[in-house]
């Protein structure tokens, strides 16, 4: 459903039809990670150092023959490259005639970043560099983003936070966990406990790695080795790491729900009500967003999934079709003046 902000009713969402053979929404949350044949795509790799001396990897998509706008684009947690997301949109949007480039959160690119301190769920600064840092390379051309999952919830933070002096001239946030404390929760009940498990694995193992040979920066060993569940792994290891209090405090100050009212900038949230990461009450309402905000809601999508078609062998990824025609239409409709102050 699109939602109208003089409404709340639901209707369908008029672009997204699940695949018949994938209505369950951990077969389309599972299916595009295990089974989706990832086609060869051409990639130009850049680290860009920060201000505090670490950096950041980014992974430019293919550079379509007339380049346009730059869509920058954020994985979800421990995601990367790799993401089965992220190949196909690189393409998608490169076949639109956009710049696309992947910004991988701090450690993610497969080396560990060189400060104790890594990413998490309400960390903005590093993107608002990394912006920065595009649209000086291109002023007078048009800047987006793209948010999956955890990286949704940052975009969507960051917008809210800079309001009318953000950047981007459009931005897009897929599948995010609005309220980070009910998505932590809800991933340690049923089924959904095998991607907290798979998530879980993936973090302790990234974290082992990169304090192996180093100090621990505040997190305590014997804690880390007690870590059974998503909550118990922010509570050791992202809050003492980042300077909150502890996993409650983390949620709290990072979650993006509280910041949507404030967005500026013409946003497109794509979610599922049947998202196994997150409760179907915590998905924001028209009265939550502000007016530069367009919900699209759907019965059914899973997380990060949204496949359509009428045969398991010629599948249809609708965020593929879905965000390059939202982002080209605002492009369009508001492009970068040359003595732009939004540089």
């Known amino acids: 459903m699109t939602i109208d902000h003089a409404s709340t009713s639901t209707n369908p969402m008029t672009g997204f039809k699940p695949a018949w053979w994938l209505r369950n929404r951990h ?43 730059t869509a920058l684009l954020l994985h979800g947690l421990e995601g990367s490259i790799d993401s089965h ?30 400060l104790a301190r890594r990413y998490h769920s309400g960390e903005t600064s590093d993107l608002a560099y990394v912006a920065a840092t595009l649209r000086a390379r291109h002023p007078d051309s048009p800047l987006c983003a793209v948010g999956f999952s955890l990286g ?73 080795a007690k870590v059974r569940t998503l909550w118990n792994f922010d509570d050791a290891v992202t809050a ?5 209090r502890d996993a409650r405090d983390y949620y709290r100050q990072s979650s993006s729900r509280p910041f949507l009212a404030s967005i500026a900038v013409p946003t497109l949230v794509v979610h599922a009500l049947d998202d196994p990461f997150l409760p179907r009450d915590s998905v924001p309402r028209a ?26 062998w010629r599948p249809y990824y609708y965020l593929e079709q879905r965000i390059p025609q939202y982002l080209s239409a605002h492009c369009a409709e508001q492009p970068i003046p040359t003595n732009s102050s939004r540089s």
């Open 27 to 69: 077969l389309q949350t599972i299916w595009p990670v295990l089974l989706r044949r990832r086609a060869p795509i051409t990639l130009t790799e850049e680290r860009l150092e920060l201000p505090d001396g670490d950096f950041i990897d980014l992974a430019w998509g293919p550079c379509p023959s007339t380049p346009g706008p």
């Open 287 to 312: 009265v939550d967003v502000s007016d530069s905000v367009t919900l699209e809601l759907s019965e059914h999508g899973g997380h990060v999934g949204f496949i359509g078609g009428a045969s398991p």
């Open 152 to 224: 949704g919830n940052v975009l969507l933070k960051w917008l809210g936070e800079t309001g009318a002096a953000n950047p981007l001239t459009a931005a897009v946030a897929v599948s995010v966990p609005f309220e980070l404390d009910r998505s932590v929760k809800m991933l340690e009940q049923g089924f959904a406990r095998v991607y907290e498990r798979y998530l879980l694995r993936r973090l302790l193992r990234s974290t082992r790695r990169k304090f192996a040979s180093r100090d621990t920066a505040g997190i305590d060993p014997a804690a880390l």
């Open 85 to 114: 997301y992220i190949g196909g949109m690189l393409a998608a949007l490169s076949g639109a005639g956009w710049r696309s480039v992947l910004m991988h959160f701090r450690g993610c690119s497969g080396e560990p970043n060189r």
């Open 240 to 244: 003492p790491l980042h300077g909150f």
